[in-house]
């Protein structure tokens, strides 16, 4: 393509400020523009920020109704035995993997570098990818099968992630049992429709959401190896939950229980006008409806037992059937719009590292799937045992809150067996998930060597 011919291509669409520091390059940045250009689809963005940016005040009429679910707290301890069991045994027999979705951003939390690799300051100071590498290495051990772990990254932060991995030895797990890839890109737009500049020889290309994850998957073979491998269950989840019980047995076992397409975690919400997104069948379909989707009166509505009826909200923990996903990954899901902090160079060729929102980015959303399903089944889970996400540097939802919502479990774990700890206490997943298999002259014995409050394995 000609400088010309580019010219051309982005005018059509007020796209030329791309190549306004095309003079100032070198013939070899000169011609990686140019590239990146013939590859833009920029009609396409164009039409995006204008159906999802200039014309968003869509009608939305869908019919909701809601869908029910189950209480773990409701559930007698026999059922549950029952569930860890048959949840084990298929983690045994090899038919459970891990996946996991850590291709965004992070633009709210501001870390440089891949998410999990953060440090929520843990006396072990342990990343949030060490942590869930030691829960799937503490459960595979448990059920005899090492488990394999899949992991979306995005071209961003995948040398990042991979060198994160390699420098901590694969926190011990078997590398051959670690699969990374990338997921896609989009440009991002600034406020008026204009492509973002992320150098002056690059355009933007932000993760497209974590709805790329699946075709990302395909596209990279790992269809082929969840075949070869006899994956009949994936334990899907974000990067982001410090408390993530990876390939929980209970859970795998609701699900193959309930067999359906896919199961879920929730939490119950909080109060009716929590900002979640929740579960509940959208003309019949399973879907999530966001906050911003549910009337008040749908909102406010409890059954008798006085709960939320439209109450259990997503934690981005699933388990998909394979032969679902096998159904599904080819179908077309929609991009949505979201408005966020993004890097570009200005107009004098300047990095911009902006700490509010000032673009809008394309994200396709995982869940837009579920429509796909033949149905799902909702596990409420206890939010002060399972749930506590890294979005924000600091204040609701940050490094704080879950360092504190993790030490308080352990240590009620550690009161639990009748011993009252000096301090916080860390419990290394390689001891224990969920607690209750701790044993007290074990624990006590630790707890005198401890000066750090953390119990190693
Ligand atoms: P979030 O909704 O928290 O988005 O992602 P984010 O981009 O990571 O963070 P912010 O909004 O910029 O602060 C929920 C999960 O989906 C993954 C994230 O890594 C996280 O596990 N995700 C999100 C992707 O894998 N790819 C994406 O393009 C977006």
Redesign the pocket.
């Given at each position: 393509m000609t400088r010309e011919m580019a010219w051309d291509k982005l005018t059509a669409y007020g796209q030329e400020h791309l190549l306004r520091f095309y003079d100032d390059l070198d013939s070899e940045q000169q011609q990686a523009l140019l590239e990146q250009i013939a590859d833009l689809d920029v009609e396409y963005i164009h039409q995006l920020y204008q159906d999802l940016v200039e014309h968003r005040n869509i009608e939305i009429d869908d019919e909701l109704s809601a869908m029910g679910s189950t209480t773990w707290s409701d559930v007698a301890s026999e059922e549950r035995q029952r569930l860890w069991e048959s949840g084990l045994a298929a983690i045994g027999q090899g038919k459970v993997a891990a996946f996991?979705?850590?291709?965004?951003?992070?633009?709210?939390?501001g870390f440089e570098g891949p998410?999990?690799a953060y440090d929520i300051g843990l006396p072990s100071h342990k990343s949030l990818f060490q942590l869930q590498a030691e829960r799937i290495r503490k459960i595979g051990l448990d059920a005899g099968f090492s488990i394999p772990w899949y992991i979306?990254?995005?071209p961003l932060n995948h040398g990042d992630t991979v060198r994160f991995f390699q420098k901590h030895d694969f926190f011990g797990l078997d590398p051959a049992d670690i699969r990374f890839f990338p997921?896609g890109t989009l440009p991002s737009v600034d406020e008026n429709g204009k492509i973002l500049l992320a150098q002056r020889d690059r355009i933007s290309a932000?993760?497209?959401?974590?709805?790329?994850?699946f075709r990302a998957f395909k596209d990279a073979g790992l269809m082929d190896d969840l075949q070869e491998r006899g994956i009949e269950y994936i334990f899907f989840?974000?990067?982001?939950n410090a408390l993530v019980r990876v390939c929980d047995p209970y859970f795998i076992g609701f699900a193959i229980d309930q067999a359906k397409d896919i199961a879920s975690k929730a939490v119950l919400k909080v109060h009716s006008g929590e900002k979640v997104g929740v579960y509940a069948y959208r003309n019949g379909k399973p879907s999530i409806i966001e906050y911003t989707e549910l009337p008040e009166d749908l909102a406010l509505a409890q059954d008798e037992q006085g709960r939320l009826v439209y109450g259990s909200a997503n934690i981005?923990t699933h388990v998909f059937r394979t032969s679902f996903l096998n159904s599904a990954l080819d179908k077309k899901t929609p991009y949505h719009v979201?408005h966020?902090?993004v890097e570009y160079v200005d107009e004098a060729g300047q990095l911009v590292k902006p700490l509010k929102p000032n673009a809008y980015?394309f994200?396709?959303l995982?869940f837009d799937l579920f429509r796909y399903a033949d149905d799902m089944a909702i596990l409420n889970v206890s939010r002060e045992e399972e749930f506590s996400?890294v979005?924000?540097f600091e204040g609701v939802d940050s490094k704080d809150t879950a360092r504190e919502m993790f030490l308080n479990l352990c240590t009620s774990w550690v009161r639990n067996l009748d011993l009252e700890p000096a301090m916080p206490i860390e419990i290394s997943p390689l001891l224990s998930i969920y607690g209750h298999d701790l044993d007290r002259t074990e624990v006590e014995s630790r707890l005198k060597d401890t000066e750090s409050g953390y119990l190693a394995p």
């Open positions: 996991l979705v850590a291709g965004g951003q992070g633009s709210r939390l998410k999990g979306m990254t995005s997921q932000n993760p497209d959401g974590s709805g790329g994850c989840y974000g990067v982001d981005v979201a966020k902090a980015k994200e396709a995982y996400p979005k924000n």
